[in-house]
């Protein structure tokens, strides 16, 4: 099992969605967790409410610190902070490959219930699509520099 963790500054949006997704798309292969620099607190509720579009699980999960998984190694680290809107992207320093994922915050869209519907399905799709296409890479027999190019390679596309 590949134990992954996804970090977002709050933990209650993008980096929450990618656990969801990665665990459901990865059963029996990989184990994901999500977590922040600065925690928000509490999960976003249009990002609940996405998952539950897409019939993913929208219970078990919180926003928590990385400091929860001070202990713990994992073997890949995933940020999906949007440098592209100048956030402030966590550094975690335990040992793992990391790579980055950027993708935009619907949490922060403001205007009719259906455009930020639409911003939050856009982040999730993208999300989705990376997922796909890490879990097809024969993951277990790949060098930690192989895993680092081809996943930063996945988070450049959108």
């Known amino acids: 099992m590949i134990d992954i963790l996804v970090l ?11 656990e969801a997704l990665l665990n459901d798309l990865g059963k029996g292969r990989i184990k ?39 202990d713990r190694s994992f073997e890949i680290i995933i940020t999906v902070c949007d440098n592209a809107a100048r ?8 040992k793992g490959v990391r790579v980055h994922w950027g993708v935009s915050d619907p949490a922060h869209m403001q205007g009719a219930e259906q455009e930020i519907q639409a911003a939050f399905e856009k982040t ?3 999300l989705e699509r990376r997922a796909k296409k890490m879990l097809a890479l024969p993951l277990e027999e790949m060098t930690e520099q192989e895993l680092k190019v081809k996943l930063n390679a996945i988070g450049e596309q959108s």
Request: proline content about 5%; some cysteine.
């Open 8 to 18: 977002c500054t709050g933990n209650s949006c993008r980096s929450v969605m990618a």
């Open 32 to 70: 994901a967790f999500s977590a922040g620099s600065l925690p928000a607190g509490k999960i976003n509720e249009g990002a609940l409410a996405t998952l539950a579009r897409h019939g993913l699980p929208t219970e078990g999960y919180e926003s928590q610190s990385w400091d929860e998984f001070a």
């Open 87 to 94: 956030e402030a992207c966590p550094v975690y320093l335990n």
């Open 124 to 126: 999730f799709g993208i």
